[in-house]
């Protein structure tokens, strides 16, 4: 049985839901999506480590690329062993120093890449996470919004 072979776009979305979701939230997610259903067995590619990474930034946002300095980053490979012959590879990578973290999203990566599991984990997992992140989000722009300040000048008429 070939694993579940996800769309580019998809897996970009529930890759950057993962990496941005807490270790606590992360974990209580997958339990309650699992209820009870115990994991299949996986083997490490790339156990977690830390490491950093370049972090790039753009001047005002749209021009001329420059090195903003380094940042920690933890990431980490496995691949589940299914017994059907398929072998979902999961990854993750995040910023940050938790190897926990790391194993949890490379595991929901390579879940998610599995025809027994993609439906349940998208709607128990990736959906409601992805709403946390953007109500999260949206508070902290409502947020910066209370604090705007609007500047403007006066003509006077001479």
Known sequence: MEPH???ARGRREWMAVLARTPREALRAALDAALDGERLPAYEWLRAPDIGLAMVRARIGGTGD???LGETT???ATLRVRTGDGSAPVGVAVHMGRDKERAMLAALVDALLQMPHYADRLQARVIEPLAARIADERHRRQAQAAATKVEFFTMVRGE
Do not use: L
Request: aromatic residues 12%; charged residues 10%; proline residues 11%.
């Open 73 to 75: 980053v933890t990431r």
């Open 5 to 7: 072979a996800p769309h």
């Open 65 to 67: 690329a420059f090195n």
